[in-house]
Each structure stands twice: as structure tokens, then as C-alpha cells.
């Protein structure tokens, strides 16, 4: 289905880590308006929040809340309503996504600590136990997917250490949430935070936490924020199927369908594979066009690949992505600190074709603008 409308034929594919390429029918979902005190609105908030909890075996124990905004929203609410005023919070940080937790984490007054470890490589387990022993956090945050780079983390690994050391696990899987396989109920976290936009291929502008429901009656007045107040959003929820606030309506319906899509194609396991596909063939296409991945391939997940820019003088990422931007391929600069990188997603609603569409605009790309390959021997 992805593959059988010509690449060429759309206006663009983005290839970023969000917003990113949507489906017709998804778009097509947010043609009608919505009463947000409807009883069908109703009705679709509480199957939105069903088919969420379903992907990641969320029932009984855990339960959806829904939050305006973009994904940081959604882990602002995460962190303020679960971890309480004399909590800390020890983050794993190989990236800029864990250290935005620990910004907000000390934005909030939280006590915070963090566990950093090298860019390029997974959270190392030896060193989390040992800054666990260090602080004594009675939360751990940990990023599943970091963006950054495109490192997959050993959830499960850091799960099992957060349950043998008793901590309350928050899980950030925006870039991972409905693509790598979440299981609440045998990683045992008190949270998942995740968004619309990323690997669910809906639009942007609604976020979600998945928290365990004990969890949340516990944390009645402990978000430092009105509308990031987790607990209050559940309770309203919970009174009358209600959002608090003004609910992004088109935007719900487009997730709806989005997720509607999703099951029909096969869930997460049918959209891991074809991510992994997209991930395999772009990165053997950019490999033969003479560029290196920073990642090691064990390390990465088929999310987004961060590539190295050439060793090139001639080479300007802004050219480059400017003249694929012309052709229809949007791509994103790198975030890496201390490495001079560009990134290129495998997710959204594309397929094989698309990628190839994308090698193909990548070698026009280094032809036009003289550059003979994107490695180093020019
Ligand atoms: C995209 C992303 C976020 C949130 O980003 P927003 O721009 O606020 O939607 C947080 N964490 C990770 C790992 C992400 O990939």
C-alpha cells in the first residue's frame, strides 16, 4: 500500500525524525470538525486510548493519558506528575534527548543526576548500576530510541536493573513507540512516554503517557503544572471522557486512522519490518555512495541514521540539503556534539521505493554539486 503511489508523484518525503511523511486516508481523516463534548468525539478519544494501550500490553495495570502538544509535553508531564517534590531522578543521558529530560527534570526542582555515556554508543549497564549505587534515585528516566544518533538502548536490560534496584522507571519512546516491540507489563515501568507524530505516522500536536494506574492515583497535586498535570488529565478522562482543555480534535482523528492503518498492515511487528527494510536500503545505498554511518550497525535501530559528512571541502550540508529539498527529499541536519554529521529517517509512511527514491536524489545531489562521492577520496 505505501509503495504503490509513486514517490515522484508526491510533493515531498520527509525523511526526518518528525513530523514526517503521512498516509493519504491519515490526512484525509481531518477533513471534519469535531464537538469536542460529542459523544462520537467521546468515543474516539476512548478508542484512541484503548488501541494505544494495546500496543505496548498496557492493560489492566497501565493506562493512556493524552496530552496536548508536541512529545516534550508529553515527557514534561511524565517527569512533573510522577516524580514527586523529595523524588530523584537519576537520567541515562547518551544524547540530547536525555539531557532534555534532565533540564526539565531540574527546571521542575526535581533532584536530578545524570549517568552520561558517549553518543555513539548504547547506555552501558555496568556504569548505570554504578551511578544507581552513587545516588540512590528513587526514579530512573531512560530514552529507548535516542534520536540523536539513532541508538537503540537496552530497554530491557535497563528495565530488569531498575526493577531488581526497586526504582520507578520513565521510559521516553517517542521515536520507538510502535515500531520496536513495548511491553509495560514485562518491563514493569511506571511510564512510557510517547508521540502521535513518530512512528505511529500521524500528524503532530498530541502527545501520551502510559502510566501505571497506582502510580497515578498516587500523584494527586504533585505536577508543579496546571496543564502538564497528568493526574488531573486522567481524573478528567476518567469523570466524563472529556478532555480538560480544548482537545486537537482533527488531530486525534487522523491518529485514529493513522492507528487504524496501523492494525490493518500487520501492528508493530509489520511496521518494524518495513522500517528495517527502509533502514537496510538506505543505509547500503549511502554506503555505495561513499558515505560512512557513526553508528556501529549492532547499535543502530532502523528509526534514523545519522551519516558522517564527507571529509570534503567541497561538501556544504546546507547545498546539499537545499538541492534535495528542490527534488522532493527532506532530510535533517545532525545533532551529534562533537561529530560533523547530517541524519537520514527511515520512518513515516514510505517504503522501499521511496528510499530509493531518496538514493537515487542523493547521487543527482553529489553529481550536480561536483562532489564525486559522500566519503573522503575525491
Ligand atoms: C522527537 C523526540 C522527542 C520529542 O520531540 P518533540 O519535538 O517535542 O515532539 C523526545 N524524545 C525523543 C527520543 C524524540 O525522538
Given amino acids: 500500500m505505501t509503495d504503490a503511489k509513486s514517490p515522484q508523484a508526491r510533493k515531498t518525503i520527509l525523511l526526518t525524525p518528525g513530523p514526517l511523511t503521512t ?97 555513539d554508543r548504547p547506555t552501558d549497564l555496568v556504569r548505570l548500576e554504578q551511578a544507581i549505587a552513587d545516588h540512590q534515585p528513587t526514579h530512573l528516566a531512560a530514552v529507548h530510541c535516542e534520536t540523536t544518533s539513532g541508538v537503540r538502548n537496552p530497554i530491557d536490560d535497563i528495565a530488569a536493573l531498575a526493577r531488581r534496584e526497586k526504582i520507578s522507571l520513565l521510559i521516553d519512546a517517542m521515536s520507538s513507540f510502535g515500531a520496536l516491540p513495548l511491553d509495560c507489563d ?43 498535570d497528568l493526574h488531573d488529565q486522567w481524573r478528567g478522562l476518567q469523570a466524563n471522557g472529556q478532555w480538560r482543555f480544548t482537545p486537537p480534535t482533527h488531530v486525534l482523528a487522523a491518529l485514529d486512522s493513522a492507528l487504524e492503518q496501523f492494525i490493518a498492515a500487520g501492528g508493530q511487528v509489520a511496521r518494524l519490518a518495513r522500517y528495517s527494510e527502509n533502514c537496510n536500503t538506505l543505509i547500503s545505498g549511502m554506503r555505495a555512495a561513499g558515505f560512512e554511518t557513526f553508528l556501529r550497525d549492532e547499535d543502530q535501530a532502523p528509526i534514523i541514521v545519522t551519516f558522517r559528512v564527507p571529509n570534503d571541502p567541497a561538501f556544504s550540508f546546507d547545498a546539499f540539503y537545499d538541492a534535495l529539498r528542490e527534488i522532493g527529499v527532506v532530510i ?35 553529481n550536480k554539486l561536483g562532489l564525486r562521492s559522500g566519503g573522503s577520496a575525491c
Fill in 23 to 119: 498516509s493519504d486516508a491519515t490526512r484525509a481523516a481531518m477533513t471534519r470538525d469535531w464537538g469536542s463534548r460529542d459523544a462520537d468525539f467521546i468515543d474516539l478519544t476512548a478508542r484512541v486510548r484503548k488501541r494505544l494501550e494495546a500496543i505496548c500490553n498496557a492493560a489492566p495495570s497501565h493506562t493512556c493519558v493524552p496530552i496536548q502538544g508536541s512529545g516534550t509535553f508529553a515527557v514534561e508531564a511524565m517527569i512533573g506528575t510522577l516524580v514527586p517534590k523529595e523524588g530523584r531522578l537519576l537520567v541515562a543521558c547518551n544524547g540530547a534527548y536525555g539531557q532534555r529530560i534532565a533540564a526539565i527534570a531540574a527546571r521542575l526542582g526535581r533532584a536530578v543526576f545524570k549517568v552520561e555515556g558517549p553518543e
Fill in 186 to 228: 514485562a518491563l514493569g515501568c511506571a511510564a512510557i512516554a510517547a508521540s502521535a507524530n513518530k512512528c505511529l505516522e500521524g500528524a503532530p500536536g498530541l502527545a501520551f503517557v502510559i502510566a501505571r494506574t497506582s502510580d497515578l492515583e498516587r500523584s494527586k497535586g504533585q505536577a508543579p503544572s496546571v496543564s502538564l
Fill in 332 to 366: 535533517y541536519p545532525g545533532k551529534i556534539t562533537d561529530a560533523e554529521t547530517f541524519r537520514i529517517g527511515c520512518i513515516g509512511a514510505i517504503g522501499k521505493s521511496d528510499m530509493s527514491y531518496a538514493l537515487d536524489a542523493v547521487s543527482a545531489v553529489l
